[in-house]
C-alpha cells in the first residue's frame, strides 16, 4: 500500500483515527502530544508572580501545593460541576472581582484575592494547607 492510499483511507471520518496511526508507522513518524508551550510559560509566571507577592517560602509552598491540586497554575481553570473559577478556585469566580476586575485572567489578582481569602478564613496558605490535607478542599 503506498503512503497516498494510506493517507487517502486516513481522511474518511470512519478510518481517521486508524488511518492516521497506520500512516505514522506506514511513514516512520513518531506522532507525540506535547504540552502547549503558553500553558507552560503561563504557569511559570504565575508562579513567579505568587513567590515575590508572598516573600515568605514556607507560606509559598504551602500555596503553591493548593494552587497545584486545585488548578495546575491555570488561570482560566474552571470546575465544570461548581463553577468554582481560577488558580484558587474560586466560588463563585466572581468572588475574586473584589481584587480587581481582571480578576478572569490575571494570576496576581487571582492570588491576592487567594492569599486574603486563606488569611482571613484560616489564618495564612499553610493553614489553608492543613486544611486542605485533611478535607481535599479549602
Known amino acids: 500500500m503506498s503512503a497516498a492510499s494510506v493517507l487517502r483511507r486516513a481522511a474518511t471520518p470512519k478510518n481517521a483515527l486508524a488511518g492516521t496511526a497506520l500512516a505514522a508507522a506506514t511513514c516512520g513518524t513518531l506522532i507525540a502530544a506535547a504540552p502547549a508551550q503558553g500553558a507552560t510559560t503561563q504557569a511559570s ?26 488548578s495546575d497554575w491555570d488561570v482560566n481553570a474552571r470546575n465544570a460541576s461548581s463553577g468554582a473559577y481560577g488558580l484558587v478556585q474560586a466560588l463563585p469566580g466572581g468572588k475574586m472581582a473584589s481584587a480587581g476586575s481582571d480578576w478572569k485572567t490575571n494570576a496576581a489578582t487571582q492570588i491576592e484575592w487567594g ?13 489553608a494547607w492543613d486544611h486542605w490535607q485533611s478535607n481535599h478542599s479549602y
Open 115 to 127: 492569599l486574603d481569602y486563606m488569611k482571613d478564613r484560616y489564618g495564612s496558605a499553610c493553614g
Open 45 to 70: 509566571s504565575a508562579k513567579a508572580v505568587a513567590k515575590k507577592m508572598i516573600g515568605d517560602d514556607a507560606q509559598y509552598q504551602c500555596f503553591s501545593e493548593i494552587v497545584e491540586h486545585e
